[in-house]
């Protein structure tokens, strides 16, 4: 499959943990974004990279969140001290020429 | 401010109809403008995308139609299936995609046999 792929797909997690998701692009996409998605809603955007470049971020990202893209393929997202208000579907999507193809996504619940 | 939105939140159709499926936004800048069909439990799958230079574009049983001038989008979907049961999301963007998309609420199609 050369999809775009995230892991994990489920995290559940105590408030006041930090987690990590991962996400790897398809091959030879240099741009990457980051969304979340709560039920019911459309994704709302986080982020966004061009190769390693991080190029905008959104006001949703809070200081709690970083992410990253250290070597301009896979990107990794870290929420610190969650909260039960993160509980969402973070979505990854990579693109090349502008269409951006989605993964699966990591379903986060903070309990 | 920038939004997307959607006319209707529940599309019901029969089985061998065609479904259009409506969307309106307000960032006269967007210049690109897509459709995905997310099914439970996984991430929205790209359907068809339109620039704005273009007013109509055809994929296989899809057809996207784009108004500039009331800032609307169409998704229609010639002789439906249950496979097409899902919800749909119109998105927009700028710099022809390569920027952040812009997402509105979504409609689900349900469809019967």
């Known amino acids: 499959d050369t999809g775009v792929s995230q892991d994990p797909r489920h995290k559940i997690t105590k408030r006041g943990q930090n987690v990590t998701f991962r996400c790897d692009p398809i091959?030879?996409?240099?741009?990457l974004y980051w969304y979340r998605q709560t039920l019911g809603q459309g994704p709302e955007f986080l982020t966004y990279?061009?190769?390693?470049?991080?190029?905008?971020k959104s006001r949703l990202l809070s200081d709690r969140f970083s992410a990253e893209r250290p070597k301009g393929s896979f990107s990794t997202l870290e929420i610190q001290r969650t909260e039960q208000g993160d509980s969402a579907m973070y979505l990854c999507?990579?693109?090349?020429?502008?269409?951006?193809?989605f993964g699966p996504g990591t379903r986060l619940t903070v309990t | 401010g920038e939004s997307v939105g959607l006319h209707l939140p529940t599309l019901s159709v029969q089985e061998g109809d065609n479904s259009i499926i409506n969307c309106a936004y307000s960032?006269?800048?967007?210049?690109?403008f897509i459709w995905y069909k997310q099914e439970s439990g996984k991430g929205p799958q790209f359907i068809i995308d339109?620039?704005?230079?273009?007013d109509k574009r055809q994929g296989q049983r899809v057809t996207v139609l784009l108004n500039k001038t009331v800032k609307h989008l169409s998704l229609q979907i010639a002789a439906t299936q249950p496979g097409d049961s899902a919800v749909y999301f119109c998105?927009?963007?700028?710099?022809?995609?390569?920027?952040?998309?812009?997402f509105g609420a979504g409609t689900r199609l349900a469809v019967h046999p």
């Open positions: 998105a927009e963007g700028r710099e022809g995609g390569y920027n952040k998309l812009i």
């Open positions: 091959s030879e996409h240099n741009r």
């Open positions: 339109i620039r704005s230079n273009m």
């Open positions: 990279f061009q190769n390693e470049a991080q190029l905008e």
């Open positions: 960032n006269s800048a967007s210049d690109y």
């Open positions: 999507a990579s693109s090349f020429e502008g269409r951006q193809y």
